[in-house]
């Protein structure tokens, strides 16, 4: 079993930034994937980006080159930096793990709300 944190969502400026985090905790070596989902109501979740065990990342090309995932080992944390936000980027944001990262995700957060205004 595997515990997922997220917080740092909140409201934003278009063109401001955030950094949202991930505290996890449980059985998490066993998956060696981590990543951000989001979702708006009435749409699909969206990939935002990964982070495998070697610290190689993705990312979904609405994002490459604003937002950046990494993880703090030592403080068992995920970080999404998120850069030039715009209201595109309004979703509830989601940590997750996978046992590798092309598979689907097999452990989700609550969520964390993030909102750009305009």
């Known amino acids: 079993e595997v515990q997922l944190a997220e917080s740092g969502g909140g409201l934003v400026q278009s063109g401001g930034s955030l950094r949202l985090s991930c505290a996890y905790s449980?059985?998490?070596?066993?998956?060696?994937?981590m990543g951000w989902f989001r979702q708006v109501p009435g749409k699909e979740r969206e990939k935002v980006a990964t982070i495998d065990d070697g610290g190689s990342t993705t990312y979904a090309d609405s994002v490459k080159g604003r937002f950046t995932i990494s993880q703090d080992y030592p403080k068992n944390t995920l970080y999404l930096q998120m850069d030039n936000l715009t209201p595109d980027d309004t979703a509830m944001y989601y940590c997750t793990t996978m046992r590798v990262c092309q598979l689907a995700p097999n452990f989700w957060g609550q969520g964390t709300q993030v909102t750009v205004a305009a």
């Open positions: 449980g059985a998490v070596y066993s998956n060696l994937c």
